[in-house]
């Protein structure tokens, strides 16, 4: 069972906290933002739940916490009316820059989104060409990375595990490819998308292609622990907490 608050902080954390990845990943983004001649701060702010802004430019796309340094705003009443956005492409109120807002919405994010919906809901015949499939797993880890920290705060099964989680960093990633940290401070997680420096455990994967089998379910967890392809190393609790809200995670962005 599903809670509309907790997925739009899956939405928000996860979904389109991609965007900066895929800015920076994908060279049809890069085509999209070079049509960018101004810079353009969007924000989506929901009532009583997150509240982030997207600053877009023609190099890429930074996400900031709150509205600070937004010249573009639209509210969403409620959580459901922002899973709208991202579930069915309802905008919602436009409360700053509307004629801005619109344009950019319509336009270049709109492009955005779609491209990466592409790359996270792939064809089985996109993945046949290694560069999209090794791109559709990096997009994919990055969104489930940042969802993991959505959900720790929001989503009432998933904050039990996390309120039972040490301190401290907990390294995620794939082998000589790509990491991210999960910094977990008094049951609150932060994704970072950056190595961690000293983390107290670590999830590793050995290679691509078993995470991308781990993300898409083809794989099993387990056997592939027991064959030695997932690295386990320090507090394992903490790993194992997050591995809890990994279930979470898998429920909520099906």
Known sequence: M???KALAYANMYGVLGALEDLCRLDGKAKEILKGIKKPVALCFEVKGGPCRTFHFDAEGCKITEGSKGADCKMYFSSPE????????????????????????LTGP????????????RPSE???RDRAFFEESTLLTMYTVAGAISGLANSDSIAMISAANTADGDVALGIKDTAQVTVRVKNGRFATIKAPAENPRAVMEFSDIDLANGLFSGK??????????????AGMLSMVDNINRI?????????
């Open 2 to 4: 599903t809670e509309q």
């Open 246 to 254: 990994l279930d979470r995670v898998s429920l909520y962005l099906a």
């Open 109 to 120: 994010f709109t492009r955005l989104t779609d491209r990466l919906a592409e790359l996270l």
């Open 81 to 104: 009316k922002f899973n709208r956005l991202v579930n069915e492409s309802k905008p919602g109120l436009p409360v700053k820059g509307a004629v801005r807002l619109i344009s950019f």
């Open 125 to 127: 015949e996109s993945l």
């Open 219 to 232: 794989v099993s967890t387990i056997n592939e622990m027991c064959k030695g392809n997932i690295r386990l």
